[in-house]
């Protein structure tokens, strides 16, 4: 019995499995579906076949455009005699000649280095792990001299005593018996050795302490007197700036938000006259007389700044107000910076100054997109920082992620910031503390820059051999066509050979020879036939691929008119199709004579160029003129073959579709009629049984 849809009988009564009956005459009537797939399958092969197609000519294309290139059939090379000193790059419009050069001087970047430590000096009187080491020193021992000395939790730097019961590192190594003194100079550690004691010998194997570390003398050589290499208290980097250990206080500031549709220098809305500023200072609350109104920013900011101060009853310019946009001249907003003496202690943290009324055109207030953050540029550019959240790391990463053109760097053996510009030369490095100190607060604003140098040196034959100087150490403009790049100063002189590239065009040909060949060889694979395997190419027979191996095949021996005899045909170069009948040639391949093609391409590049890219006969112009079309999207031979493949694929599906609904169908009835038989027949074996039971009964049989 079959379940398939309706409840069908398969043979109960007959004996025959009447399912696998019908399956087997829909299999019969099917047979043209399985044709029309197959031939679907041979349509999709020749479809694969003009992609691949498609695919080799492309590539072809490609390697024979790049032959109508000056950068290709000109190619120059440019070799020094020491590429440790100086290197070159040649463009093809340079001249064939050798050069002696001199490299006096490299070009150097500007620095500019915190005049000061970052972070105070160290904290003398508290125990060592609040001490301010960029280390923090461990419990334990350490040696000087062969003497252990011991230090726990609560041991200080000095508690000004220093005697021989002080809990202190000074007391402890003075009176330790180690022959050496001990004391802090200008934020080092200095040791002394005692008169006629032995050199200073420092740590032991069996140091559980790392003091000596955190105080930066060990591994320096023995010596009567040895002093920290580094550094003791410096700032803390990854902690906020306002717990930062910093050498000066933070100042605090309020950066104003921007009105949509505000121009440079305007208010995006008027100011109201007569308006007043209500803000915080130090605790207090003040509000400013009225304001003269309009939209000009800089006599708005003036005027703000007058009555502020005006209002707390401080001097000029305490209270400071400036206009400055994030982004260059965009987005302008007003600047308030509280430049007293930075609040300490327990109120560090808070902001100083803040505004609490104005009017909405200022946007000064927090409802309004003003912010407690800083704001400094550099050279130009602006970065924002909060000195409640941010970290001098933070503030590092921020200056190189942006376009300032410059990279910062911390040094924790100085504890000191470092700005280097990018650019090599005597360039200035800009700097102003818009908002807040940051700047100031690190020693950068006012610090002396270390001007860079521009690069200094000598070419033979160049202006009679007279000093040149460069902001950079890549070199352009002084060899036409050519780019030094200077690296290493030597008094001797270094060689640089500039010549003809003949290896580069000759690959760059070599580049076209192989696609073309290895395009024949597929036309010729997608129409053979192998007699052994009896097996044929999908495109057998096709006679517009045989048209394109002609075209191919007949481009490649063309003669282009106007060229010099020896450069107007790839034959005269030497590029030919092989001698007849050699053994082992591939049909319509090209080959190379190698001394020929290279003599050519040193001799006269220039015709070789032209041979290829002469505008209208160029070999390469006519391939790409004969390959654009046929490929051409919807009028070209391989596009139109395409879409003709894909509308018979289209029309076999629609009717394998069509066929297979007539096979359900036909499916359908089969089950029927076989079913209604099935059940007649049932009927009349239980009829004959009923007759033979009367029979039985009457005794008949």
């Known amino acids: 019995m079959a379940v398939a849809g309706d409840f069908r009988i398969s043979g109960l009564a007959s004996g025959y499995d009447t399912a696998q009956l019908i399956e087997q005459l829909i299999a019969i009537e099917r047979r043209p579906v399985l044709q029309m797939q197959k031939r679907q399958d041979r349509i999709k092969a020749r479809s694969d076949a003009w992609r691949d197609i498609t695919t080799r000519l492309s590539n072809l294309k490609s390697k024979i455009s790049s032959l109508k290139l000056a950068g290709t059939m000109n190619a120059k090379s440019a070799s020094s005699s020491d590429d440790k000193l100086l290197t070159a790059a040649a463009e093809p419009g340079a001249a064939n000649s050798v050069y002696k050069i001199w490299v006096d001087q490299l070009a150097t970047s500007t620095r500019v280095t915190s005049g000061r430590q970052v972070g105070r000096e160290l904290d003398l009187g508290v125990k060592l792990s609040e001490a301010g080491f960029a280390i923090t020193p461990t419990v ?88 920290s290499y580094g550094a003791l208290g410096v700032a803390r980097t990854t902690a906020a700036l306002n717990k930062a250990r910093l050498a000066a206080g933070m100042s605090h500031s309020i950066t104003g938000g921007v009105a949509e549709g505000e121009v440079e220098g305007k208010l995006a809305t008027a100011l109201e006259a007569g308006t007043t500023v209500t803000f915080t ?24 700044q007058a009555k502020m101060n005006e209002a707390a009853g401080l001097d000029s310019g305490v209270i400071r107000v400036r206009i400055s946009g994030l982004e260059g001249k965009a987005n302008d907003r007003f600047v308030i910076t509280d430049t007293a003496e930075p609040m300490s202690g327990d109120d560090a943290a808070d902001n100083s100054i803040m505004v609490n009324e104005a009017s909405d055109a200022l946007k000064l207030t927090l409802a309004d997109g003003a912010t407690t953050r800083g704001m400094f540029k550099i050279n130009g550019v602006a970065i924002q920082y909060d000195a409640n959240r941010d970290a001098i ?71 009679g051999g007279v000093q040149l100087s460069s902001a950079s150490n890549t070199v352009s403009g002084v060899l036409t066509n050519v780019t030094l790049d200077l690296r290493e ?23 076209f020879v192989d696609q073309y060949g290895s395009t024949m060889d597929l036309l010729s694979s997608l129409t ?26 007949r481009l490649a021996m063309v003669s282009v008119e106007g060229q010099p005899k020896g450069f107007d045909s ?16 591939r049909t319509g391949a090209l080959t190379i004579d190698e001394a020929k093609l290279k003599e050519a391409l040193r001799t006269d590049p220039q015709s070789v160029l032209r041979l290829f890219n002469e505008a209208e006969q160029g070999i390469s112009v006519q391939y790409e003129k004969y390959i654009d079309e046929l490929v051409k999207s919807t009028s070209g031979l391989i596009s139109q073959t395409q879409n003709i493949l894909k509308d018979q694929t289209r029309e076999i599906d629609r009717r394998i579709q069509e066929m297979e609904a007539r096979l359900e169908k036909r499916k359908e009835s089969l089950v029927r009629q076989y079913t209604q038989m099935e059940k007649a027949l049932a009927a009349m074996y239980q009829q004959q049984m009923w007759m033979d039971s009367q029979f039985n009964s009457m005794g008949i049989w």
Request: aromatic content about 4%; hydrophobic content about 40%.
């Open 140 to 227: 334990g021992t350490f040696t000087i001299n062969g003497v252990a000395i011991r230090i726990d939790a609560d041991t200080v730097m000095s508690d000004g005593v220093d005697n021989a019961d002080s809990n202190s590192i000074f007391g402890k190594i003075n009176h330790s018996g180690a022959g050496v003194t001990a004391s802090v100079e200008e934020n080092r550690l200095v040791l002394r050795a005692e008169p006629d004691a032995e050199p200073i010998r420092l740590g032991s194997g069996g140091d559980t302490s790392n003091f000596l570390t955190a105080a930066k003398v060990l591994g320096i050589p023995a010596g009567d007197t040895i002093t």
């Open 281 to 304: 200072y130090r605790g207090e609350e003040y509000t400013t007389s009225a304001l003269s109104g309009g939209n000009d920013m800089e006599l708005i900011a003036a005027e703000l």
């Open 393 to 463: 790391n933070d503030i590092i990463n921020r200056i190189n992620a942006s376009t300032a053109n410059v990279t910062a760097a911390y040094d924790g053996l100085s504890d000191r910031l470092v700005l280097t510009s990018k650019e090599t030369g005597g360039l200035t490095v800009t700097m102003d503390d818009v908002g807040g100190n940051f700047l100031a607060a690190v020693g950068l604003a006012g610090a002396e820059q270390e001007y860079g140098k521009n690069a200094l040196f000598r070419i033979d034959g160049v202006q």
């Open 489 to 511: 100063v030597s008094d001797d002189p270094v060689t640089l050979t500039v010549s003809q590239n003949v290896d580069s065009a000759y690959n760059a040909v070599r580049g």
């Open 528 to 553: 053979a036939y192998d007699k052994e395997t009896k097996t044929a190419g999908a495109l057998q027979g096709n006679s517009a691929v045989r048209g394109i191996q002609t075209s191919l095949r």
């Open 570 to 585: 790839l034959l005269a170069i030497g590029i030919s199709t092989g001698a007849p009948g050699k053994a082992g040639s």
